[in-house]
């Protein structure tokens, strides 16, 4: 039974490859090599460009609990959408959910399934690894790959059930863990690693199949009516009033309407860059020779890719739109817009961080900020305006925004900033093909 | 407002959808009927833009759309088979959305007004994902009504809706008909196609097999009921 379903979700995403098999094959490899090439080129530039301080060494005992707060990360930003996977809700149920599937095969296929989604995650990381030489940190990736998503299923269904889908508490949790892990000795980190992995594990096991019927009422009661995001999402009323003002109303209207889906969870990958970008932004004070001109373009990528999810979500939604007077070019400045939006904290971020941890002249703080800023400018209007050129798959988008965004940090970063006239161009010529694309989208 | 289709034809890959079709509406009620995988909703879709024929030329107001599609989009109200509503929006949030981009005067009354007459006031803050289907409907309709355009399609409208909704509805389109909207309508439901249609158009596997008054076509099949009418035009022509 479980090599069947696994047959059968294994074809469907043959299917899904084969389309594009090119692209994610030939393509999208040289494509990242060149970008990693380009980016290492820049990064040995930017090291001699801007005087950068000598290298930060992190110590193997800072690398691990790094790695438990992103873990942590992990957990918090995953735990709606790993809930709404879990419970078969009226709106959640699958075709599995009514056949006569035992929980354990369930179990199995989800965990499979969740190692599949986190494969990503595991490649950036041993590929991280191996560019800073760190190599014997690979095995550790490796394990705590084949076992998280185990310890993610037993907490999130264990968390529901005995607490609820607030997330608020789950907030104040984690963040009371990270400190004491943070703050414990590092031996016993060890120690409650191997006492809490099974416990969690055996636990999500047990509870994938006793807790994931009973507990339906109260993840829909308290976490599908929405309450979730709203608070966030209230603020944007009263902004969008000003941005509306701005912007041509077509695309203030959008432009709104995005950040509200935004926060509600609409695009799950909002808050996973978010806590990318987050995490870059942060490692500015420990930045060591890397410039913070990178890593801002780094985040800053991050953050602006969610432009691409966001517009793959909305492909259900398009004729609805298609309908409405929107002249179509306006869509893609729309997404243009939103991707700077979102983006644009992030260099003031940096620059605070800069600024706070390695005070400089105010002429030179303010050159950064003047950087930083048309940078991220740039950095989140390429990779907005190149939404229609992935043909709507953000994994191919990432690769054509990717490259750009290091056209983009050579240019501004490296060489001068007033290069930045040269998006206007470029993205002129992106904005002309999105428009004939989505002029000629079809309905059917 | 006058929509004039002249020798439209439409092929999904070597599926027939649409066979060349001529056609003139003027200020009525149209109904469009038949099977399912007919073409209606086929035909609907062309009307307001969502699909270009293969040929021929669509013409509404006496223009094109693809000439001028901002300025005709602001005089349609569509109402898709299966409205797909953001579920991460509020009732008023999308609503209010639509108004905006249409530059409706007084968006928020004309929300008030529609969600008001749908009784869906209470629900007005509620997100979409937690209404029913017939709550969505009822806001997909809101959403084609607003800003009453001069032009309405209407995709199945009654789907999904309870009687006294459906009552509600069948008002609601001859009051806007009154008011001089042109509307077509696509529908199973014999009874409202003929108690609301001036004008009926019959497809069969994408070809007209019937066009007329709904008295005058009840005449030619000698039938009882419309009913009847209907299954004579799609049993007995080719």
Redesign the interface.
């Known amino acids: 039974m479980f090599l069947l379903i696994l047959k059968t979700k294994l074809r469907a995403l043959r299917r899904i490859l084969a389309e594009d098999w090119a692209t994610y094959f030939i393509l999208g490899p040289v494509m990242v090599g060149s970008v990693v090439l380009l980016a290492k080129r820049i990064f040995k530039d930017f090291a001699a460009d801007i005087g950068a301080v000598q290298a930060v060494e992190l110590s193997e005992e800072t690398v691990l609990r790094v790695a438990i707060m992103l873990l942590f990360l992990k957990i918090f930003f995953n735990f709606l959408p790993l809930a709404r996977r879990f419970y078969p809700t009226e709106?959640r149920l699958t075709i599995e959910d009514l056949m006569p599937i035992t929980f354990e095969i369930r179990y199995q296929v989800f965990y499979v399934e969740q190692l599949v989604r986190d494969l990503p995650f595991f490649i950036g990381v041993t590929f991280i690894l191996m560019f800073f030489g760190q190599t014997s940190l690979v095995p550790w990736a490796l394990m705590i790959w084949l076992f998280f998503p185990g310890i993610e299923i037993g907490f999130t269904l264990m968390w529901i059930h005995f607490r609820s889908p607030n997330r608020v508490e789950l907030l104040c949790f984690l963040l009371l863990l990270s400190y004491l892990f943070w703050t414990l000795p590092i031996e016993s980190l060890g120690f409650w690693g191997d006492f809490m992995t099974p416990i969690l594990v055996l636990m999500g096991y047990w509870g994938f199949g006793k807790w994931r019927y009973r507990d339906i009422g109260r993840f829909e009661q308290s976490f599908?009516?929405?309450q979730e995001?709203k608070s966030l999402s209230e603020l944007i009323p009263s902004f969008s009033c000003g941005l509306?003002r701005i912007l041509p109303?077509?695309v203030g209207?959008?432009v709104?309407?995005d950040l509200?889906?935004t926060f509600?969870?609409?695009v799950p990958a909002f808050w996973r860059n978010l806590s990318l970008a987050g995490a870059c932004c942060l490692a500015v004070a420990v930045r060591g020779a890397l410039s913070p001109i990178a890593i801002c373009a780094g985040a800053v990528f991050l953050m602006a890719t969610t432009a691409s999810p966001l517009f793959a979500l909305q492909r259900?939604?398009r004729?609805?739109d298609?309908?409405?007077?929107?002249?179509q070019e306006r869509v893609w400045r729309a997404k243009v817009i939103y991707a700077i939006l979102i983006s644009l904290p992030i260099p003031w971020i940096v620059w605070g961080i800069e600024m706070w941890v390695r005070p400089i002249s105010p002429s030179g703080a303010l050159n950064l900020l003047f950087t930083l800023l048309l940078l991220c400018i740039a950095v989140a209007a390429l990779t907005g305006g190149t939404i229609c050129e992935g043909d709507q798959k953000p994994a191919l988008h990432l690769i054509i925004a990717g490259f750009l965004t290091v056209l983009a940090t050579l240019f501004i970063g490296a060489f001068h900033p007033a290069l930045f006239v040269l998006v206007f161009p470029v993205l002129n010529y992106f904005r002309g093909a999105a428009a004939f694309r989505l002029e000629h989208e079809?309905?059917? | 407002m006058l929509i004039h289709l002249s020798g439209i034809t439409k092929h999904?890959g070597t599926f027939r959808a649409l066979a060349p079709l001529d056609l003139k509406v003027d200020g009525e009620i149209w109904g469009i009927i038949g099977n399912n995988g007919a073409g209606k909703s086929?035909l609907m879709?062309m009307i307001?833009?969502?699909?270009?024929p293969d040929q021929g030329k669509i013409e509404i107001g006496g223009k094109r759309i693809k000439n001028e599609?901002?300025?005709?989009?602001?005089q349609?109200g569509?109402l898709?088979e299966s409205?797909?509503?953001?579920?991460?929006?509020t009732a008023e949030?999308l609503l209010t959305?639509?108004g905006?981009?249409?530059?409706i005067s007084e968006v928020g009354k004309e929300v008030d007004h529609w969600l008001k007459i749908f009784g869906l006031s209470e629900k007005r803050k509620?997100?979409l994902?937690?209404l029913s289907y017939g709550m969505k409907k009822k806001i997909g309709l809101s959403s084609a009504f607003l800003g009453r355009p001069p032009l309405l399609v209407l995709d199945e409208p009654f789907n999904g809706l309870d009687v006294a909704t459906m009552e509600l509805l069948a008002k609601i389109i001859t009051e806007s008909n009154r008011a001089g909207a042109t509307v077509l309508i696509s529908s199973h439901l014999m009874e409202y196609i003929h108690r609301l249609c001036q004008q009926v158009l019959i497809l069969k596997g994408g070809i007209v097999v019937g066009e007329g008054r709904p008295e005058s076509l009840k005449r030619e099949a000698k039938a009882a009921s419309f009913h009847d009418t209907f299954l004579h035009f799609i049993q007995g022509r080719e």
């Not at chain 2, 905006?100 to 530059?103: D, N, R, T």
């Open positions: 709106r599908s009516r929405g995001g509306v109303l077509t209207s959008q709104w309407r509200i889906l509600r969870n609409f259900p939604f004729a609805s298609f309908v409405l007077p929107i002249p079809e309905f059917s | 999904y086929t879709k307001v833009g969502l699909l270009p599609p901002e300025m005709i989009k602001k349609i569509y898709p409205p797909m509503l953001y579920p991460r929006l949030e959305y639509i905006e981009i249409k530059e509620s997100l994902s937690d």
